[in-house]
């Protein structure tokens, strides 16, 4: 029988988890640990166990969905990615990985396919950084990147921290327990949307990653003088918002004053108070994420940005604090999963560009653990975390018809 994606039920499962969301269609909105986030990780755990896989999660709400091999005691294959979206997203970046990972091992079911080493789906928890601050949460613990100390203290823009969250959640048991222990995963892979232009633009099928780019954090507060709009006169003022605007362009100019291609910072959110029209800002809290696939460039900007900050606090009489989130260093993809990736296109006569993610993902994390791959499709005009977000059906069928037999290559056995 021929390997064969169901791309109907495919595109269908991705338009029903759409539909679990906190935002009007086409929007989607799903806040980790939220009852939206809930309800969309039971359908997929029910869509898991229709498939014949165990599940199990653990204490942060990664779900891990079993295949067992005929030796269960080697390594996993993983596969796999996160249905959590920020506010007013699309409907595509990372449930391409989840339901054409789940796919693609219905597929190799229905050919017949028995793995050697199991093949595991797994859901990530919280990759999204919206509500704790820091993306990826669940794979960094996974891997032990972040401690579960660290973790646990993490808290929201409510003040409630991760433990008493995902607690309330229902996620009980201890974060140090969350580790994978070492050889857990023999290689993974990570089906994605691009997320970028140049797959779509060079009229190409397929990404095959090379790397993936180094990220930073960081939670910027601005603290200044309030008042009243009227009484306060222009040279007296210590505007913590003015002063905000003028390091976010400084933050801009640093970025691109790089030179390269591959360097970007965005400040991505800014909170001002009081926040009333005839009130001056007396706080801002912006955050700050930068990023580059080459790790010495990454830091010199943020070295930068720290000289920035000290110039426009003494120029502007504020205070500037920051707290450093996260700063990861890149990763490259390993060579055996890019192989079996490019074995798969070659035998299709699928064209790919060999390529760099400057978008971060929690293959990141997962390749300090494990030997770690990921496979782009094109995505509509490169837009990603919008509405207007798309992958075209075809596309995302061809990605999970690769992903399935490299899968299988690296189960250890044959088609």
Not at 4 to 27: F, K, N, T
Not at 312 to 320: G, H, T, Y
Request: charged share 25%; aromatic share 4%; proline share 5%.
């Amino acid at each position: 029988m021929k390997l064969e994606i169901d791309h109907e039920r495919l595109s269908s499962e991705i338009e029903r988890l759409a539909a679990i969301s906190d935002a009007e269609p086409p929007a989607v909105t799903r806040i980790v640990f939220t009852p939206t986030d809930l309800k969309a990780r039971a359908w997929m755990i029910a869509r898991s166990k229709e498939a014949g896989l165990a599940v199990r999660q653990d204490a942060i709400g990664n779900i891990f969905a079993r295949w067992d091999g005929a030796d269960p005691t080697a390594p996993a294959v993983g596969t796999g990615s996160h249905i959590d979206a920020i506010p007013n997203a699309g409907k595509y970046d990372g449930v391409v990985g989840v339901l054409g990972g789940l796919e693609a091992i219905r597929a190799l079911q229905r050919r017949g396919f028995r793995p050697r080493n199991s093949i595991e789906l797994l859901i990530f928890a919280t990759e999204e950084p919206t509500r704790f601050g820091i993306g990826c949460l669940g794979s960094r613990l996974l891997s032990g990147t972040l401690s579960a100390d660290a973790a646990a203290k993490l808290k929201d823009r409510d003040g409630e921290s991760v433990d008493e969250v995902r607690l309330r959640a229902g996620f009980r048991g201890s974060l140090q327990d969350v580790k994978l222990s070492t050889g857990y995963y023999k290689a993974f892979i990570e089906l994605h949307i691009e997320q970028g232009p140049l797959l779509e633009r060079q009229e190409i099928s397929l990404g095959i990653v090379k790397s993936i780019a180094a990220p930073a954090s960081l939670r910027i507060s601005i603290e200044g003088a309030g008042g009243h709009a009227g009484g306060v006169l222009m040279p007296d003022r210590k505007d913590a918002l003015c002063a905000a605007a003028q390091l976010i362009l400084a933050i801009e100019n640093a970025a691109r004053a790089s030179g390269a291609a591959d360097t970007v910072a965005t400040v991505g959110v800014c909170d001002v108070f009081p926040g009333a029209v005839n009130s001056i800002p007396s706080r801002v809290r912006i955050t700050l994420d930068t990023r580059d696939t080459d790790l010495a460039r990454r830091d010199g900007v943020m070295q930068t940005i720290e000289r920035a900050s000290e110039e426009v606090a003494a120029k502007r009489q504020v205070s500037i604090q920051s707290d450093l989130l996260n700063a990861d260093a890149p990763a490259d993809c390993a060579p055996e999963v890019r192989s079996a990736l490019a074995d798969s296109c070659r035998r299709h006569g699928f064209p790919f560009l060999e390529m760099v993610s400057r978008a971060y993902h929690d293959s990141l994390f997962i390749s300090r653990i494990a030997p770690t791959g990921m496979l782009f499709i094109p995505c509509r005009n490169g837009y990603s975390h919008r509405p207007d977000e798309y992958a075209a059906p075809e596309d995302i069928a061809r990605g999970a018809l690769v992903l399935a037999e490299a899968l299988a290559k690296l189960s250890g056995s044959s088609l």
